[in-house]
């Protein structure tokens, strides 16, 4: 029996973490989509204390990662997070509730021009543009510098539009590095 896989897909916002988590979650059912920035627009005044409701919601997306991965389940995460602390805090509610946590950190050589480029297609997306502006041309290279200093299990190179080809990349990794996705039903 193989034990459910968090997939924690970490990195600069336009990089296609979330589009590539849709994608891992559509090719293979049963996979929770836990997306904390579309969670924290459930939140009441979310918009005004963006930071603080993301902080709570984190909070409630461990629990929800901890109960599903118990009760069996696959879940993708798509999440910056810079903090070497928050992302223990994943990895460890994924292995005490019985799952493998495995840390990818998704690049993109245009990461900036991407984000500037994307879609607003999720309030959200509005949201951090908008601080992104507000902090000025230094906030994701900050957010680079911190990222830099994790120490991710693997590092994805994703390609603007190939989303089947970073998804099959993603799954070959895994699976050359010993991860391997379980099967619909596996464990279950």
């Known amino acids: 029996m193989t034990p459910p896989l968090v997939l924690h897909l970490n990195g600069l916002p336009g990089v296609g973490k979330s589009t ?7 090719t293979h059912p049963g996979t929770l989509l836990l997306d904390i920035d579309v969670l924290r627009t459930w939140v009441s005044g979310w918009r005004e204390d963006f930071a603080a409701t993301g ?39 994924a292995i005490e509730a019985g799952g493998r946590f495995v840390h990818v950190m998704v690049e993109a050589d245009d990461a900036a021009a991407r984000f500037a480029a994307r879609e607003r297609d999720e309030p959200w997306l509005e949201v951090v543009h908008a601080l992104v502006a507000t902090a000025g041309p230094g906030h994701l290279e900050g957010y680079a510098a911190r990222l830099d200093g994790l120490r991710p299990d693997l590092r994805l190179a994703t390609t603007t539009g190939d989303v089947d080809g970073s998804c099959a990349e993603l799954e070959r990794r895994l699976v050359s590095l010993g991860w391997c996705p379980r099967s619909p039903g596996d464990g279950a």
Request: hydrophobic letters at 55%; a neutral charge.
């Open 55 to 93: 902080e709570r919601v984190r909070t409630t997306a461990l629990a929800a990662l901890a109960a599903y991965v118990a009760d069996g389940g696959d879940v993708v995460l798509p999440q910056l997070l810079a903090d070497p602390a928050q992302v223990a805090r994943f990895e460890r509610a």
């Open 20 to 26: 590539l988590a849709r994608h891992w979650a559509q």
